[in-house]
């Protein structure tokens, strides 16, 4: 559509604006009408009120023409119906319907030895009136379209913007929180490196010096410093795992396993809300990797999933590819489900975890392979 012209092919609607329009019109005919025709009929009114009211609630381009023309039309037999052409005419866009032209002179024509000439005059100003005031309507209609398209526009890109700046701001908070975790993880391995070598080699040194000191007094002063030196140790020791402990995110931990597994694509879906206790997540990892290992050795899969759910009481990890080729070794039951039994190592490594934690296993190969881990919270 070019911009600046309203579609062809569709009836501009209705609005105040239309609606005021018509009504000016018709006053103006209407006045022109009783001024000058000596025999005054109801009949034209109640009929360009019927058909501009038709117009205006179905809003059909066609009905509009069919209308127009049957007015038209009825006003080369019928005189008094040519003083209300304006009307019809608004509702039938001159600039688009140049066939109607002819029409309008047609009966003036027809009735130019009956109708008076100011009656024709005033019709035609009111003519050129109803042109004008259709096209400044029109323009107002598709001014405020465009006005409330661009505003609807400003408001999606408003809130494309707005929902990019948080993504952008959470993963700038998941950036700054895998540093803070990688920082962590590096300050244990730096202690557990240096401070840890040399506090176990003086240990060693100390215990050297108790097997070849032979004074008491000193003696007993070597064992405080090797009992000293040895709690330090265990504190250090202690500060190390808990800095390792704490550098663990599982969704990191996750995607690091993804990047490294080459078999087949994995999607990842992580809901999880809070960050789960450490056995919990230990167990997940593992779960993680046993699944993929099985995968990579024993299915002909084109695709893998990972979700992470969270519950109130539980969390939930769903492991399933879209393998075809039956899994080989599982005890399933008539149902479909995998039962532990005479099952592989990895899938045993699995249930056991799991039940160390009160949560349950639940495997299926059906439509592909699937393993569905739940451990309640509390564990």
């Not at 009929?41 to 049957?70: C, D, H, M, Q, W």
């Not at 759910?309 to 008539?334: T, V, W, Y």
Request: some cysteine; proline content about 5%; glycine content about 6%.
């Amino acid at each position: 559509m070019e911009r600046g012209k309203p579609q062809p092919h569709s009836m501009m609607p209705v609005s105040a604006n239309t609606l005021f329009d018509k009504l000016v019109l018709f006053l103006c005919c209407l006045a022109v009408y009783f001024l000058v025709t000596a025999d005054f009929s109801y009949v034209p009114v109640l009929v360009v009120v019927t058909f501009s009211a038709f117009n205006a609630y179905f809003e059909k381009r066609i009905l509009v023409r069919v209308t127009a023309g049957a007015y038209l039309i009825a006003s080369l037999f019928i005189p008094d119906w040519f003083y209300f052409i304006p009307v019809m005419m608004y509702d039938a866009l001159l600039w688009e319907s140049p066939w109607i032209l002819p029409l309008i002179i047609m009966p003036v024509i027809s009735h130019g030895n009956v109708l008076p000439v100011m009656g024709m005059v005033c019709i035609a100003i009111f003519i050129g009136m109803a042109w004008f005031m259709q096209w400044r309507t029109s323009r107002l209609i598709h001014l405020e379209r465009e006005y409330r398209r661009l505003r609807d526009t400003a408001k999606e890109m408003l809130l494309e913007l707005e929902a990019k700046n948080k993504e952008l701001l959470e993963k700038q908070d998941y950036e700054i929180n895998l540093a803070t975790l990688s920082e962590r993880n590096r300050i244990a391995r730096d202690i557990h490196d240096n401070i840890g070598h040399v506090l176990s080699s003086t240990l060693l040194q100390v215990g050297a010096l108790l097997a070849i000191c032979q004074d008491g007094a000193i003696k007993e002063g070597l064992m405080t410093l090797k009992e000293t030196l040895s709690g330090g140790m265990d504190s250090i020791r202690q500060s190390i795992h808990n800095l390792h402990d704490a550098s663990i995110d599982l969704h990191a931990e996750i995607y690091r396993i993804i990047r490294e597994f080459a078999f087949c694509p994995v999607h990842f879906t992580d809901d999880l809300v809070n960050r789960p206790p450490l056995p919990v997540t230990y167990c997940q990892l593992s779960v993680v990797k046993e699944a993929l290992s099985n995968i990579a050795k024993h299915s002909d899969a084109t695709e893998a999933r990972i979700i992470l759910r969270e519950h109130p009481a539980l969390c939930q990890l769903i492991i399933r590819d879209n393998g075809s080729k039956p899994a080989q070794g599982l005890n399933l039951a008539a149902d479909g489900e995998w039962q532990p039994g005479n099952s592989g190592m990895g899938l045993k490594n699995i249930h056991e975890r799991v039940a160390k934690l009160k949560g349950t296993v639940r495997i299926r190969n059906e439509k592909g392979f699937e393993i569905f881990v739940s451990i309640p919270k509390e564990s």
